[in-house]
């Protein structure tokens, strides 16, 4: 153990004490393009094509002659799509594929006006509009004549051709574009500087969130003061909180909200890019300007994306609503995989179990403590030194065994997988990969090597399609021995972690198949073999099995393939508290099924930060405890008496509100609305609700605030809507919205209010995993808004196979409330799912009077008159015993 601490201590860095990291200003083609001088480009007006694609105009830049492609192709969902490449390169640029899932579906324009200045075109009935000006060059776009979006409103275009390298570069300015150094590091181009960039105006906007992965606020912060937003996904141990340093993954999604429109962003790049962020009228002159002069000021938001290499690929999403929009984002790169049902239960990680007798022992132990959990997990000394898809011989002999003994109990065990192959010739999935080159190489041709956990390594080339479907293979339970179809697999060190290369990644002049350079593709890296593993779980079950797998770095479309976490944290509170913002972040761009690790990675939480962490965790989508080989062992029993009953109180508490849970994931995979939502989604009027994220909507009933702060008696609670009614879920005590509330708190209050108007299903009664859940009864929650109205829905399948979607197993039910009767009829006519699932009992919240009687009409049945409880304090109506089949049309009627 102390030698393994010792290797952590000598290969992750002192974040900030070492300045492995660069800044902005250590970065040439950003110091290029800020330090300028501007490109001034025109509109070749009469270049114009008008394709069925679009419309077509050649750019021309005065100075340099260069000239340029513009293809401008606006889709029937309500997406503009901007690219912009060389008009004739001497070789093709970085196009990045397998990201959009499909290719949108285009709308034909037509010319609305053309002057020598300009020529507007409109789609869609006449509703939207672009207009193009011709020098200096602009790209406008409007909704019902109002200008939304401005393209280089700032003359910010900026294209570097792609260059021969010239026989001779003495000119030290010329050769500093060819070859960069930091540190000991030299990064060679091969085609020379290539980088672009481009400025958007966003109108009348002042907030703008996503551009996951930063450990800072929701809303993202201007950046006059500081560092730009950087999208480069990096191994940042103990990352700095409220910092623009990229972390491990990054979608190159922005999303800007106001009260009547919401709008996004979307850069299809996949090299280092950083994004500055500039607010007008910014928030320090607000403060000074005179509240007359304030309001003639409109807000704007001026966003510049700066980009290594590639070519300009820019998709402007229209909305107008938060929900228009994630449908939008999702029609583009894919919407979130329906995850099977275990995964959203309790997972035990740490690195490391020791060996077999310890997985079965914390296994029996949340048996022994009556702490429900589903999925324990493996680190990396359970290989044979560090080869993945071996196992330890001493420790881990007999791994079937050991998988079919948590089976029994209807759990499953998680291993991890890597990107690096330890090289050793004597190893035969080396030498197949080796032989078969399916390993990247380094700028010479050579088999990159580099040093990661196991020594020297080289690294699989997951962006080669081959490589992926030999890698996805190698699960196969004839090739990946001890193995059984109920292991699953966690990708980390996947940025690529490289300890020995430039920031602790692989040099961007190493090559990938197709000669592209790592520097064109890095951000994919980890995205590719996420793709690999999943289509391996997939390939393994013969097609019939949900896979699940966990990876650390991602980008844009990883929410179609898993789960992400947000990396290495420390058991502190500030982490606690940045937890809430990060998955808030990915979940605005798409990534549904994200969290933290529970408790902090490094370091041992205090008793009273865990169980706050437990209590945050079990309302965020992936829940997962985990703790490094240095910390104390950390299983929930292990804190006295006082602690486990705290965590096994949450814990149940999150099982009990799978079905709620499992519902949400489905609305996700069909609809792409997150699970976790800013309050800004369901209230996007509200502007008090705009910069909060110390709470959120979880699915469209349910407002979670959990405490985040040491030794509190009381928390502040925004609850939006001034027509809204609000229902804590534990007291069933009523509140008006459109106020903040000063909540009373202690170490076992979890602030989560329903919002009237609201139905949520729950489990009733215990259950080891999630496999037992599905056998009990459910209790339903009506809370009715002002109107005496609710409705929600409920949704179940089998909750591990595809079946849900090849043959339309599945059943998804809705409740209303209209008028004292409560309805329970299909929400789809498609479902086949044939379930047993009973409703025990029903409460219905906001019941004003009591009622004389509750009858109870089940088709096929005859009326029965139900037995009922009303409490007047809180006017509550409980009605137990119904047992009514879920899949059954009924109703009751007050």
Not at 247 to 268: C, E, I, N, Q
Not at 541 to 564: H, I, K, N, T, Y
Request: charged content about 20%; hydrophobic content about 35%; proline content about 6%.
């Amino acid at each position: 153990m102390a030698e393994v601490s010792q290797t952590l201590a000598s290969v992750i860095p002192n974040v900030e004490g070492e300045g492995k990291f660069k800044k902005s200003g250590d970065v040439a083609f950003y110091r290029r393009q800020i330090q300028g001088p501007n490109m001034q480009h025109q509109a070749l007006l009469d270049t114009m094509v008008l394709t069925e694609k679009g419309a077509c105009f050649e750019l021309l830049e005065g100075d340099s002659q260069t000239r340029l492609l513009l293809s401008l192709s606006p889709s029937k969902h309500g997406i503009v799509r901007i690219t912009i490449d060389e008009f004739q390169p001497i070789k093709a640029r970085y196009r990045v594929p397998d990201v959009l899932s499909g290719e949108p579906q285009c709308e034909q324009l037509r010319v609305e006006k053309q002057t020598k200045d300009s020529v507007t075109f409109s789609w869609s009935f006449g509703r939207y509009q672009l207009r193009v000006w011709h020098s200096p060059f602009r790209l406008e776009i409007l909704c019902e004549q109002e200008v939304m979006v401005t393209f280089n409103s700032k003359d910010k275009l900026w294209f570097e051709r792609l260059q021969h390298r010239p026989s001779e570069l003495q000119d030290e300015r010329k050769s500093s574009l060819w070859k960069e150094t930091f540190k000991q590091f030299v990064d060679i181009k091969a085609n020379g500087p290539s980088s672009i960039g481009a400025d958007l105006c966003l109108h009348g906007f002042r907030h703008v969130y996503g551009l996951p992965q930063h450990a800072d606020n929701l809303q993202l912060r201007d950046t006059r003061d500081g560092e730009p937003y950087r999208l480069y996904n990096l191994d940042v141990f103990a990352y700095p909180l409220y910092s623009r340093l990229g972390l491990y993954g990054s979608v190159p999604l922005m999303v800007a909200h106001k009260p009547d429109r919401t709008l996004g962003v979307f850069w299809l790049n996949a090299s280092e890019t950083f994004i500055n962020i500039q607010y007008s009228p910014s928030d320090h002159q607000d403060d000074e300007t005179p509240p007359v002069k304030r309001r003639r000021a409109d807000p704007q938001t001026d966003v510049h994306w700066l980009s290594e290499s590639g070519m300009i690929d820019c998709m402007v999403l229209l909305g107008p609503s938060p929900q228009q929009l994630f449908a939008q984002y999702a029609q583009l790169t894919g919407y979130q995989a329906l995850p099977p049902l275990f995964a959203l239960g309790y997972h035990q990680c740490r690195w490391n179990y020791i060996d077999e007798a310890d997985v079965k022992s914390v296994d029996a132990g949340f048996d022994r403590h009556s702490i429900p959990y589903d999925v324990i997990w493996l680190d990396i000394e359970h290989t044979d030194g560090k080869r993945y898809f071996t196992w330890d011989p001493v420790h881990f002999p007999e791994p079937a065994k050991l998988q079919q003994h948590l089976e029994k109990k209807n759990r499953k065990l998680v291993i991890i997988s890597d990107p690096h192959i330890k090289v050793d010739p004597s190893w035969s999935l080396y030498c197949e990969a080796r032989d078969r080159g399916h390993f990247v190489k380094d700028r010479e041709g050579q088999i990159f090597k580099g040093s990661c956990w196991p020594g020297e390594s080289s690294y699989l080339d997951f962006s080669s399609s081959a490589t992926r479907a030999w890698y996805s293979r190698c699960f196969g339970l004839d090739k990946y021995k001890g193995s059984t179809p109920s292991l699953f697999v966690w990708n980390d060190m996947n940025e690529p972690s490289v300890f020995s290369g430039p920031e602790l990644t692989m040099p961007k002049d190493a090559v990938h198949c197709g000669d592209w350079e790592h520097r064109d593709l890095h951000n994919l890296y980890g995205f590719y073999q996420h793709m690999a593993t999943v289509e391996g779980l997939i390939t393994r079950s013969g097609g019939l099995e949900r896979p699940f797998v966990l990876s650390r770095s991602f980008f844009a479309g990883s929410q179609r393939l898993g789960a992400v976490w947000t990396g290495d944290n420390v058991a502190n509170w500030e982490y606690l508290k940045i937890s809430v913002p990060m998955v808030l972040s990915l979940s605005l761009a798409g990534i549904a099924f994200c969290g933290a690790d529970v408790g902090g990675f490094i370091q041992d939480p205090e008793p009273e930060l865990l169980v706050r962490w437990y209590q945050a965790a079990a309302l965020q989508p992936f829940f997962r405890g985990h703790s490094a080989n240095v910390t104390n062992r950390r299983e929930p029993w292990l804190f006295g008496d006082e602690v486990t009953a705290a965590i096994r109180t949450v814990i149940q508490q999150r099982y009990s509100l799978l079905p709620y849970w499992y519902t949400l994931f489905h609305q996700a995979h069909t609809s792409a609305l997150p699970p976790l939502r800013p309050l800004w989604v369901e209230f996007p009027e509200e502007e008090s609700t705009f910069s909060v994220d110390s709470h959120y909507m979880l699915g469209g009933a349910l407002l979670a605030c959990p405490v985040t702060e040491p030794g509190i008696q009381e928390i502040k609670v925004l609850l939006p809507g001034s027509d809204e009614i609000w229902y804590d879920i534990h007291s069933a005590l009523v509140y008006k919205g459109g106020r903040t509330l000063s909540l009373p708190v202690t170490l076992d209050t979890v602030p989560v209010f329903q919002r009237g108007g609201s139905v949520v299903c729950r489990s009733v009664g215990s259950c080891s995993c999630t496999a037992e859940l599905r056998q009990l009864p459910l209790s339903v929650t009506v809370a009715l808004n002002s109107q005496g109205t609710a409705d929600g829905e409920l949704y179940l399948d089998d909750g591990h196979s595809f079946r849900y979607r090849d043959r339309k197993a599945f059943c998804l039910r809705r409740f209303s409330m209209l008028s004292g009767r409560l309805l329970c009829r299909p929400a789809s006519e498609e479902g086949t799912f044939d379930c047993n699932t009973v409703i025990q009992s029903v409460t219905i919240l906001g019941v004003k009077s009591k009622p004389s009687a509750v009858i109870v009409h089940a088709s096929g049945a005859k009326d029965i008159s139900a037995a009922f409880q009303y409490m007047e304090t809180c006017c509550k109506l409980t009605v137990n015993s119904v047992n009514l089949r879920v899949a059954m049309d009924w109703e009751i009627q007050i």
